[in-house]
């Protein structure tokens, strides 16, 4: 597609549940990362993956986080037993390439709400 | 790591008048430094670049400027409209080229009518 797609745009879920956001990114992007932004605040990094190479996950703020890449193309951000710190916006963005300093695209994020 | 700080974090100017929102960084290293403007509802959106071999780059009504020898770096909006009101994040690379990018808080201009 022409930009990054995310799904679902917005997603209530009960505390304790878990949930899984994706990310589909720009056609021939190998470098795809998630941030997370709370209400009012800036972005936090989470976890980037590059190509074929083992993901860097020093962002997650806890195990109960985890994320997949599949194909080197779509990518999945699972939240186990949500807590309602978890509430922000997921902001999932690729890049051309981690390398050489390319800019990122942002997907338009998942709006997460635990009640 | 790198650590990124903005200024202001509020900005309210008159349409017509510029804007300055400044940045600094830790990492000597890094050496790429994206703008961002976020809008209501919607994700970042890459508006202006600049990378360390440069001191300045402009882009129509906005330009760009960096110091690498005090490590901030300033983007400036000229002739200001009321479509220029988002959020506006900075940021650098961590570890040179090698690594993700670390965002500064934001700052929210407002630019009134």
């Known amino acids: 597609g022409a930009g990054v797609s995310q799904s679902p745009s917005n997603k209530v879920t009960e505390k304790g549940k878990d949930v899984e956001l994706r990310c589909d990114p720009i056609?021939?992007?190998?470098?795809l990362y998630w941030y997370r932004q709370s209400l009012g605040q800036g972005l936090e990094f989470l976890i980037y993956?590059?190509?074929?190479?083992?993901?860097?996950k020093s962002g997650l703020p806890s195990d109960r986080f985890s994320a997949e890449r599949t194909g080197g193309s779509v990518s999945t951000l699972t939240i186990q037993r949500t807590q309602q710190e978890d509430s922000a916006v997921y902001l999932c963005?690729?890049?051309?390439?981690?390398?050489?300093?390319?800019?990122?695209?942002f997907g338009s994020g998942t709006r997460l709400t635990v009640v | 790591g790198e650590n990124v700080e903005q200024h202001p974090s509020t900005l309210s100017v008159q349409e017509g008048d510029s804007a300055v929102i400044k940045c600094t960084y830790s990492?000597?290293?890094?050496?790429?430094f994206p703008w961002y403007k976020q809008e209501l509802g919607k994700g970042p959106q890459l508006i202006i670049d600049?990378?360390?071999?440069?001191g300045e780059k402009k882009d129509q009504r906005i330009a760009v400027t960096l110091n690498k020898t005090a490590k901030h770096f300033s983007l400036h909006i000229t002739e200001t409209q009321p479509e220029d009101s988002a959020v506006y994040f900075c940021?650098?690379?961590?570890?040179?080229?090698?690594?993700?990018?670390?965002f500064g808080k934001g700052t929210k201009l407002s630019v009134k009518p």
């Open positions: 993956f590059q190509g074929n190479s083992a993901p860097d």
């Open positions: 600049i990378r360390s071999n440069v």
């Open positions: 990492d000597s290293a890094s050496n790429y």
């Open positions: 940021a650098a690379t961590t570890r040179g080229s090698q690594g993700n990018l670390i």
């Open positions: 056609s021939g992007h190998t470098a």
């Open positions: 963005a690729s890049s051309l390439a981690m390398t050489r300093n390319y800019g990122y695209t």
